[in-house]
Nanobody
Framework: QVHVVESGGKLVQAGDSLRLSCVAS????????MAWFRQAPGKQREFVAS????????DYADSVKGRFTISRDNAGDTVSLQMDSLKPEDTAVYYC?????????????????????WGQGTQVTVSS
């Protein structure tokens, strides 16, 4: 069992930067991947970024590539999402998720169905 809690969401202006944090607890040694998803009002939940729990492999949605960075802090239990050059289109509730499943390709972790543990979500609002 892995429990995750995300935080850091707030109201910012377009072009600003924001850093979200996700703290994992419990049996974190069973984790193989962690990811960030987001859901805007009236929209489907969409993939944002993922990383392998061991190693440096990361994956990003095209909409955030080059602007967002996902990382694991000092091989510990905290995963961050550094968001730069924020746009109004980035406004959404951001969710952290953890998966115990292992896949050779990070493409599998673009699906929310691959994740068993979810945080409560944190609101990010980007004004024009």
């Amino acid at each position: 069992q892995v429990h995750v809690v995300e935080s850091g969401g707030k109201l910012v202006q377009a072009g600003d930067s924001l850093r979200l944090s996700c703290v994992a607890s419990g049996r974190t040694y069973t984790t193989n991947a962690m990811a960030w998803f987001r859901q805007a009002p009236g929209k489907q939940r969409e993939f944002v970024a993922s990383l392998r729990w061991r190693g440096t492999t990361t994956d990003y949605a095209d909409s955030v590539k080059g602007r967002f960075t996902i990382s694991r802090d000092n091989a510990g239990d905290t995963v961050s999402l550094q968001m730069d050059s924020l746009k109004p289109e980035d406004t959404a509730v951001y969710y952290c998720a953890a998966s115990t499943l292992y896949y050779p390709s990070t493409n599998y972790y673009r699906s929310s169905q691959k994740f068993e543990s979810w945080g409560q979500g944190t609101q990010v609002t980007v004004s024009s």
